[in-house]
């Protein structure tokens, strides 16, 4: 299926690795040029020097920390024109409230909810001012399906859930669309080191659907269908994609 997203820009947070890299990979395979942004320069140049030989596209990275205002700042005017932001950052810890402490919980917010806020509230002016533009939120299934042992992330995710239907249930009015994606797991450095090390955890991932976590490929794969005008009338909602663990209730 042809997405029509050639020759279109898009910003990806966290583009240096996981679903951030895969949802660079999509879309430069779409034909979009990108801006990759996160803290690791090199791994970002990795990705930028891949994306650029395989798909011909252009790729700028932006080594910066998402956690300070200013770098949210100086990322938002440096990528004036995008088309498409993808808000991927984001490491908020697990623990119970009584292992994770205000400025452990503050730091992971600082990053991941107000990140995602405050990108979006500059990107979104400039998009508006030029009349388009496609916002996606990568938040994370512990928002529908809460975990007290994951309580930061639970109620970080589901601030952004609430802030992604709330703000996409008017963009279209500024001819912009807001909707978000909330993954279950998926495997990533951080899921793969788990499933290797861990007994527990290894124990626990073969009870995933199909025995597995997902691939972020296929988190990617729905990123670049929502940033298409193949999904021009999809705005204020949220797509899970947990294998159906959220509805299944177990």
């Known amino acids: 299926m042809d997405l029509r997203l050639r020759g279109r820009s898009a910003l990806v947070t966290g583009g240096s690795k996981g679903i951030g890299a895969a949802a660079a990979e999509v879309l430069a395979e779409e034909g979009c040029h990108l801006h990759l942004a996160a803290r690791d320069k090199a791994a970002l140049d990795e990705v930028a020097e891949r994306l650029r030989a395989a798909h011909g596209v252009e790729v700028t990275v932006h080594p910066v920390d998402l956690r300070r205002p200013e770098g949210v700042t100086s990322l938002a005017e440096a990528v004036p024109d995008i088309d498409i932001l993808i808000n991927n950052a984001g490491d908020i810890p697990a623990g119970s409230l009584d292992e994770v402490d205000e400025r452990t919980w503050r730091d992971g917010w600082e990053l991941k909810v107000f990140g995602y806020i405050n990108l979006t509230r500059l990107v979104y ?18 928002g529908e399906r809460v975990d007290s042992a994951y309580i930061a992330g639970s109620a970080g995710n589901a601030a952004l859930m609430a802030f992604t239907r709330a703000l996409g249930g008017r963009s279209l009015r500024d001819n912009i669309r807001v909707v978000g994606i909330n993954p279950g797991p998926v495997e990533t450095e951080r899921i793969a080191k788990l499933i290797a090390t ?8 073969a009870r995933f659907p199909l025995g597995r976590p997902a691939m972020p490929r296929e988190i990617a ?22 294998g159906g663990l959220c509805a299944g209730g177990a």
């Open 198 to 205: 861990s007994d527990r955890f290894r124990e626990a991932a």
């Open 221 to 242: 794969d729905m990123m670049a269908f929502l940033a298409s005008d193949r999904s021009a009338y999809t705005s204020g909602v949220i797509v899970t994609i947990d």
């Open 125 to 142: 002016a400039r998009m508006k001012a030029r009349g388009h533009g496609v916002i996606i939120n990568d938040i994370g299934a512990a």
